[in-house]
């Protein structure tokens, strides 16, 4: 796999025309912006700052979601201009989160998880029920409220079923562990995220049996790749299956009722 060819292809499919079920997309010269219609956050997935008036583009853009009413996650990239944009945000007052690696598999190329063996008890979810079940399983791991996530994954299987599929393990009718895949209408990528499983049920299969399962409906729908935003407790897991990093990623959350 060619790294600078799919981080190229990434960032324009993926972010300068990428378009998220439910959001208004804007373009500006500096920020392409995603306004949510029913929920509380909004989001830049793309900047380019140029080498002057950098922080006077960051406060507007502050000021444009502050009238809204909406907290927003500016997404940096470490290979965005200017370098070290990160940094600079969480100067500026914006919650800096610790980075995820931007892992990648191409589909066109053998899947070390064919042979996997598959955990019992996995099956897509169909229901806003089983999505608050799951939610609140990932709410107990993480500790901290999902509420816009949980929001955010039902209004997609609502209104947008093509492009999401929302999977998880269950033993005793109880969720154990949980993980989705995204996909956009003229995208080679797919997104896996969630990948999520309760303390006392890890190293049982159920991350690979969700990674494997999410890849194996990926290629029946003719994707090319699947991402994974990683934390560094999933990288090592990926890269033993053939994942590659091609970037880092920060999610720096503006909160407009805490600054």
Not at 206 to 212: D, I
Request: glycine share 6%; aromatic share 10%.
């Amino acid at each position: 796999m060619e790294i600078q060819d799919v981080l190229n292809k990434f960032d324009r499919e993926q972010r300068k025309e990428i378009t998220f079920p439910g959001m208004r997309r804007e373009e500006t010269a500096h920020v392409i912006r995603m306004i949510p219609d029913r929920s509380d956050e909004g989001i830049i997935i793309y900047s380019h700052l140029p080498g002057k008036n950098i922080q006077e583009i960051i406060k507007k853009e502050i000021g444009y979601f502050s009238a809204l009413g909406l907290d927003f996650e500016w997404k940096a990239y470490g290979h965005d201009h200017p370098e070290g944009l990160n940094t600079l945000l969480a100067e500026m007052g914006f919650e800096v989160e610790i980075p995820d690696s931007v892992m990648v598999f191409d589909l066109a190329e053998p899947n070390p998880l064919i042979n996997t063996p598959m955990v019992p008890g996995i099956h897509r979810l169909s229901t806003a029920k089983e999505v608050e079940q799951v939610m609140t399983m990932q709410e107990q791991v993480w500790e901290d409220d999902l509420t816009h996530i949980a929001n955010y994954l039902k209004l997609q299987m609502e209104q947008f079923p093509d492009q999401i599929s929302i999977f998880a393990a269950f033993e005793q009718d109880k969720p154990v562990s949980n993980a989705w895949i995204t996909y956009h209408p003229g995208s080679e990528f797919a997104g896996l995220w969630g990948g999520t499983t309760l303390p006392d049920f890890r190293n049982r299969g159920y991350y690979s049996s969700l990674l494997k399962i999410r890849m194996q409906e990926a290629m029946q729908r003719g994707v090319r790749y699947v991402t994974v935003d990683a934390s560094p407790m999933s990288r090592p897991i990926l890269e033993n299956f053939g994942f590659q990093c091609i970037t880092h990623a920060w999610r720096c959350v503006w909160r407009v009722h805490k600054n």
